[in-house]
C-alpha cells in the first residue's frame, strides 16, 4: 500500500499511481451560504476526498483574512488596497500605488523577510511545519502567493495602464518587473532553504477567450522571471506546480517549456479535447474541474459524465492526472454531493 506522498509523486513522475489524486476545497465563503451540518454531512460521508475527517472540528464561523472581510479596505505589502463585497471571498484591487508613474521615484518593495504579497511573512511556522510532512507521508508544499507575478504589476500600475506600458516600451516598467522579480525570489529561496519540496507558481493568465496580454507580450515581460524564479526550486529538486485560470492555449508552450512538472489548467475553458491533445503526457495535468456551467447548472447525471469524460480522456494508468474542484456559493448542495461521488468513483478508475 502507498501512501499520500508516493502517490502524488508518482502521478506526477507517470510511475503508475494507485489512484487519481484527488482534492477538494470548499472556500470558507461557503459555510455562511450553505448550512453548516449539510456540508459536514457531505465531507464526512466521503473520506477519500476529505481523510480522516472530523465533523467535530468544522469551524462553521470561520476566521477571514483580511483581503477577504466585506466592508473593510485592506492595504497589502506593495500598497494596493483591497476590497471584497463578500466575507470569504477574496477582494479585487480598487487603488492602486502607480497608478501614475509620477510615484515611482518613492516606490519600494516590500521585504520578503517579513511580507508575503498579502499579508505578514510568518517564516517561523514554515520552518515548523517544513519539519513535519514527510513523516505523515505528505509533501513539503510550498507557494508564491496567488498572481505573484503578471498579477502584482496589474494591480499596481492597473491593467490598461500595464498593457500601455508594455506596448509603450516603458523604461521604468522594466525596473518595476525587476523589484516584483527580486521580491519573489527572496520568498523563493526563503521556502528552498526551509526546506521545500513542491513549489508553486499560480497566476491567472487567461480571460474566457485568449490570454490577458498577447504571446508576444508574454514572453518579452513575464516569460524571463518565471524561468530565473522556477531555477533555484528545480535546482533544489522541488516538483515545479504552475496554476492558472482562464483560457491560456496560446500560452501553454511557454509555460510548460519552463521546466514545470504539473499544469493546474481549467476544462471547459481550454477545451477536454484540446488539453489531451496537446498536454496529455507531456505535463501532469492537475485539471481544475469547472465551476460556473455543468456543476453548477448541469443534473448529477451531467456531472458524473463530465468527471468520466475527463478520466476517460486525460486519464492513464501511468499517471499524469490530478483533478481539483473549488466549491464556491451558488451550486446545489445535490451537485455538489454529484460531484463529491464522481471525483470519489473515478478517482480510482484505473486501479
Not at 205 to 213: D, S, T, V
Not at 226 to 236: E, H, M, N, S, T
Not at 308 to 333: A, C, F, N
Request: charged share 25%.
Amino acid at each position: 500500500m502507498i501512501d499520500e506522498f508516493e502517490n502524488l509523486v508518482r502521478t506526477v513522475r507517470f510511475d503508475r499511481p494507485l489512484c487519481i489524486p484527488v482534492d477538494f476545497h470548499i472556500n470558507s465563503a461557503c459555510w455562511h451560504h450553505y448550512p453548516a451540518d449539510a456540508l459536514g454531512e457531505l465531507m464526512a460521508g466521503h473520506s477519500i476526498l476529505f481523510p480522516g475527517f472530523d465533523e467535530s472540528a468544522i469551524d462553521a464561523e470561520p476566521e477571514f483574512a483580511p483581503w477577504e472581510k466585506a466592508g473593510e479596505r485592506y492595504t497589502d505589502g506593495w500598497g494596493c488596497i483591497w476590497e471584497t463585497t463578500d466575507d470569504g471571498i477574496v477582494g479585487t484591487v480598487t487603488e492602486r500605488p502607480l497608478e501614475s508613474w509620477d510615484k515611482f521615484d518613492a516606490f519600494a518593495a516590500p521585504d520578503p523577510n517579513t511580507t508575503l504579497r498579502l499579508g505578514p511573512a510568518k517564516w517561523g511556522r514554515v520552518a515548523e511545519a517544513s519539519r513535519r510532512p514527510r513523516a505523515v507521508g505528505r509533501l513539503a508544499n510550498d507557494s508564491l502567493q496567488h498572481g505573484h507575478t503578471f498579477q502584482t504589476l496589474a494591480d499596481i500600475r492597473g491593467y490598461e495602464n500595464l498593457l500601455f506600458d508594455m506596448a509603450d516600451d516603458e523604461l521604468r516598467l522594466g525596473r518595476l518587473i525587476e523589484m516584483v522579480e527580486e521580491f519573489n525570489l527572496g520568498v523563493v529561496n526563503k521556502y528552498i532553504e526551509l526546506g521545500a519540496e513542491w513549489m508553486g507558481y499560480p497566476e491567472d493568465l487567461g480571460m474566457q477567450a485568449g490570454p490577458m496580454l498577447s504571446p508576444e507580450q508574454f514572453r518579452r515581460f513575464i516569460k524571463p522571471s518565471y524561468q530565473r524564479l522556477i531555477k533555484p526550486a528545480r535546482d533544489a529538486g522541488c516538483i515545479i506546480h504552475m496554476h492558472s485560470d482562464g483560457d491560456i492555449r496560446d500560452l501553454a508552450g511557454d509555460l510548460t517549456d519552463g521546466g514545470l512538472d504539473v499544469l493546474n489548467i481549467q476544462d471547459l475553458v481550454n477545451g477536454i479535447d484540446w488539453i489531451a491533445g496537446h498536454l496529455k503526457g507531456k505535463v501532469c495535468i492537475d485539471l481544475d474541474i469547472d465551476r460556473v456551467q455543468v456543476t453548477r447548472f448541469g443534473s448529477p447525471t451531467d456531472i458524473d459524465a463530465l468527471i468520466r469524460e475527463e478520466v476517460e480522456k486525460l486519464g492513464s494508468p501511468d499517471g499524469g492526472l490530478m483533478m481539483i474542484y473549488g466549491l464556491y456559493p451558488g451550486v446545489p448542495l445535490k451537485n455538489v454531493e454529484a460531484l463529491m461521488d464522481a471525483m470519489e468513483r473515478y478517482a480510482t478508475h484505473y486501479s
